[in-house]
């Protein structure tokens, strides 16, 4: 399962809203797995699809809808996140801490 928690660090608080799209790479392209947005507490709690096969993923967010939306002119239109899944019974978590000048992410658990 893969799934994401966007918290804006500018505001100190889950960021609501954000579109979130999910990709894997098959070849030289990317293939659509799934798309969400966060919910009140900044989470998507899985996309659709059970466990992901190994491979590279990307998962893209659209920040800058976000922070319009907010009236905050944001650095960064999208942040798109690779990652690589080893083993399908694993629980791929990857956060998002966000500003609208800077970022950082991490394997969470």
Same mark, same amino acid.
């Given at each position: ?18 579109? !979130? $799209? ?5 070849? #030289?392209?990317?293939?659509? *797995?799934? /798309?969400? &947005? ?33 009236? !905050? $002119? ?5 942040? #798109?996140?690779?990652?690589? *899944?080893? /083993?399908? &019974? ?20």
């Amino acid at each position: 399962m893969i799934t994401t928690h966007v918290l804006d660090t500018s505001i100190g608080r889950p960021a609501a809203g954000v579109a !979130v $799209t999910l990709e894997r790479r098959d070849g #030289a392209a990317w293939t659509s *797995v799934g /798309a969400a &947005s966060t919910d009140a507490d900044g989470r998507v709690p899985a996309f659709g699809g059970g466990a992901p096969r190994p491979g590279h993923y990307r998962l893209t967010f659209a920040v800058a809808a976000y922070f319009k939306a907010r009236g !905050v $002119t944001s650095f960064y239109p999208e942040v #798109a996140v690779v990652f690589d *899944v080893q /083993a399908e &019974s694993q629980h791929y978590h990857v956060p998002l801490l966000l500003s609208p000048f800077g970022y950082s992410t991490y394997r969470g658990s």
